[in-house]
């Protein structure tokens, strides 16, 4: 069956680091992925898409990738700050033609302390 | 301001009171979707729907209903809610390709004693 895996174990980083989640996938031939950012009790915030055929995408702090060998997309928050401190969700979207389904990981919590 | 509104907020009712969450949208999007979100188990899509009068099945579609008579709303209707129910409730609309970046409402915190 088709599964989308992020760590489920918080990662506290100190301030001005940077902070590198994971997201790996299986059983899914995803056309497009994206990231979500989610505060408590709040609705999920797009932040980034990536295509298939697209191996890097970069918006101010953030970096995505995405490599379909690996399944595997990375979420790179560079010079972090405590504001960052969020649940951060990556979500799958198949190809355009085969569904419309955008499917979500269960997310990983950032801390990022002063 | 481009959003995605729900009402209520916040919501304690009692088993088999019927209730519904509206969710209303100003993009002019064509999809629309409610998800559920428990600790441990993310997002999980009930229904979603691709146009007006064009509704399907999520991934947990049990014990929910919802209608699109009108492409800017989605109301999600609990027959009989049922304390398994209660959970944390979010609307979401977008363009019509999964690929396009999807919009979500503050979210409807619903408890059913």
């Known amino acids: ?114 | 301001e481009a959003q995605v509104t729900q009402n209520p907020r916040y919501l304690i009712t009692v088993t088999g009171k019927k209730l519904t969450v509206t969710c209303s949208q100003n993009m002019n999007h064509e999809y629309m979707s409610w998800y559920r979100q428990d600790p441990g188990l993310g997002l999980r899509q009930i229904y979603y729907s691709m146009n007006v009068e064009v509704t399907d099945k999520g991934d947990v579609p049990e014990g929910y209903k919802v209608s699109r008579k009108e492409k800017r709303n989605f109301p999600l209707i609990l027959e009989s809610p049922s304390p398994n129910q209660t959970s944390l409730y979010f609307c979401a609309s977008r363009r019509r390709l999964a690929g396009n970046e999807q919009f979500f409402g503050p979210g409807t915190r619903l408890t059913v004693l």
């Open chain 1, 1 to 114: 069956s088709q599964k989308i895996e992020q760590n489920s174990e918080a990662l506290n980083i100190q301030e001005g680091k940077t902070a590198t989640l994971t997201c790996n996938y299986t059983n899914y031939s995803p056309a497009y992925l994206q990231w979500y950012r989610q505060d408590p009790g709040r609705g999920p915030v797009f932040l980034l898409l990536i295509r298939e055929n697209e191996k890097e995408k970069r918006k101010e702090r953030l970096k995505v990738t995405f490599d379909t060998t690996l399944k595997q997309s990375l979420f790179h928050i560079t010079a972090s700050q405590p504001a960052d401190s969020a649940t951060y969700l990556c979500a799958l979207a198949p190809n355009s033609n085969s569904g419309y389904a955008l499917n979500f990981g269960k997310g990983t919590s950032l801390l990022v302390t002063p």
